[in-house]
């Protein structure tokens, strides 16, 4: 069987195709956010090589883009993820014509899932063209009817600037003919222009005062009459897109524009009148991340958004009521994850003249100022959005799917909202990969999916759209997820790898996932291995967390480790190879720490060793 008898060449393949993902993952993988989502090449890797032997070598390097080559060899086999997360491998799995079975207790994790394998299950019945016609007419529509929050002087509003208090001298950048433009706010007169110039101190062409450029919230507003866009925030500021120039980006003053003041003042106060309570089945504050937004004063869930994004949800919603269940499935993933930047949690970034999306950094911070992002920010009549994460770029994301040259598949998928120590699983794993939360990453995943929550809660709501997975309480969803406690995660692990073993092929294979610079948190798991009777039979390096600046683990590799229910004579292990030419391939795409991914390397190797005494 290839998966115990990868070659270096193989295993830095796959780190390989890993890299090609960076920053670009397939549009499959793309229509919602999950967080700590693996490569897609990494799952190719496993399925592919379970299903071959060591001469067919080069069937395993064809699969990674063309995976449905083995459907044939992977009917009827049984894939199982005890933590399935977003489904990156569930959807890799039932491309390759597994029979797939997925067990998660977040309820976004789920509905990810179960809606790309929904797709993909009757994406030969769908009609693209009428797809994108229908959502085309919903925004439009929304822009229309609601034209009173989202259009000014015929430009369409595409972020409203909001703030608690402090606010910016730079407020925006965009780039015309190859330069930069920044976007000014003069702190004495409170009139904003445009310069090309980057300077540390810059002046007012309107009352000469000289002040500081910086993006950071330094300077006080003058907040008593401005409007209103949330019970904490007042607007001080409009971003427009302007049709007649091209869809050119301008930035209007609400304190110095009296048109403009009394338009957003009207506009705020009708969506305060039709703003609405997201029902809550418990405080939020009691909630990990809660605590923190408890104490900026927000204390439920329709103030993560402000009122005019809230009335905007609901009207979508009601404009999909009727249309037929997948349609509802996607169009209820598009707006939660619209909700990443629609949002008050979401941080505007000057330089880049973009919102970054709530939750980026896994944990909820409430800004000084951001903005109120459009969530239905388009060119009308085509689904070109006019804001980051705005309803039409997650349409446009689902679209791509499309356009992809998928064959029909005719295996079956069931994904199931609960917890992997309760559910019952499958009988006759051929495969099963565990890929749990670490133990001192994410506290809790519900609480990061709070944002996301409330934008679902409000389309099932006014969409009358009914999931099997629904469990809307996520308090209860957080008490259910793996705890941190190091007992209780070693138990539980062990738990889930022994009802694994329990129902698995004789020749099914078990892959675990993980990665930890420390001694001790290998031993957990590696005593998890030998209590559930499983053995390794191979250990690989590979690419594992998506490189980027936001990541928080100086481990840059996962490693691969396949377990049996037989022990070998020897594990095929494969380090220092991989990790060596992978770096002299990738150069400088990539920053990989040696010394940190060699500490972590060791400190597997102790524990596994010491544990099965080898």
Known sequence: MLIDELSPEEVIYISIKSLKEKGRRLPIHSIHRWWSRRFSATYRGILSSYLLDEKEKDIFYK????????????????FF??????????????????NVFG?????????????????????????????VNTSIKILDELLYELKDFWIYNDCIVSYVFITRDKVPSWIDTYRKNNKEHYIIRCPKCSHI??????????????????????????????????????????????????????????????E?????YEWIGYGSEKAKDLKFEIEEEFPIWELKEG???????ITKLNELYTWKQLVTFKMFAVKTKNLPKLYKFLYSLALSETAKSSSILAKWHSPIGEPVPAGAMKTYWVPEYTV???????????????????????????????????????????VVLGDSEVVEFPNNIDLAVVDPPYLDSVQSYASISLLHYGALKIYDKFANFKDKNTSWNLLEVEKKEISRNVEQYKYKITKILEKIRKNLNKNGRVVFLYNRINYEDWKIIAESFKDSKLYPTAIYWVLGESPGGLARSRLRGIFVIVLSKTPISKINIIFKEAINKFIKVAGDKINIDKKVERQAYNSMIKSISSTYKL
Request: glycine share 4%; with cysteine.
């Open 193 to 254: 222009f445009e310069t090309t110039s980057k300077k540390e101190d810059i002046n007012c062409p309107y009352c000469g005062e000289y002040f500081k450029m910086t993006h950071k919230p330094i300077y006080k507003i003058n907040k008593k009459n401005l409007p209103k866009a949330t019970k904490h925030h007042r607007i001080w500021a409009v971003e427009l897109r302007d049709p007649n120039i091209k869809w050119k980006k301008r930035v209007l003053s609400v």
């Open 372 to 414: 109120e992002t459009n969530p239905i920010a388009h060119i009308p009549n085509k689904l070109t959005p006019l804001a980051r994460n705005s309803l039409a770029s997650s349409i446009r994301m689902q679209i791509k799917i499309f356009n992809l040259n998928i064959q029909k598949i005719s295996s079956k998928y069931n």
């Open 81 to 98: 993820e005890p933590f399935c997360g977003g489904g990156t491998g569930l959807v890799e799995a039932y491309l390759f014509g597994y």
């Open 103 to 131: 067990i998660d207790v977040n309820p976004i994790a789920t509905r990810i899932s179960e809606t790309i394998l929904s797709l993909l299950s009757n994406i030969h019945k769908i009609n693209n063209n009428t797809y």
């Open 256 to 260: 110095t524009n009296e048109s403009l």
């Open 63 to 78: 699969s990674f883009d063309y995976p449905e080559i083995l459907k044939c060899r992977a009917n009827r086999k049984i």
């Open 291 to 297: 605590k923190r937004l408890k104490r900026e004063g």
